[in-house]
């Protein structure tokens, strides 16, 4: 049995992000919010540096992650700048 979940905060809109998922009403993307607990920052704090968030809608994206890992995987991949693209300088900081 194919079970669809519903996401109370998440949301995909073409015209934003080319439809990757996002918080509903804002521009944040899930990647983004992965990419920031990937760093180390707990769930909790997430809101600190995105203060337009709240704790439930960051934890919903982590949960829509580890529902879709593969999808958001690849839009992290997709948006990763190529190594020899970086300036030497900064890139082994």
Do not use: C
């Amino acid at each position: 049995m194919d079970t669809t979940v519903a996401y109370r905060y998440i949301t995909s809109v073409p015209d934003i992000h080319g439809g990757e998922p996002i918080i509903k009403g804002t521009r944040t993307s899930v990647r983004t919010i992965v990419l920031a607990w990937r760093r180390g920052v707990p769930p909790e704090e997430i809101p600190i540096g995105l203060p337009h968030l709240t704790a439930a809608q960051v934890f919903e994206a982590l949960s829509y992650y580890s529902d879709n890992q593969e999808e958001i995987n690849g839009y992290i991949e997709s948006n990763q700048i190529p190594r020899e693209l970086i300036h030497p300088a900064v890139r082994d900081l």
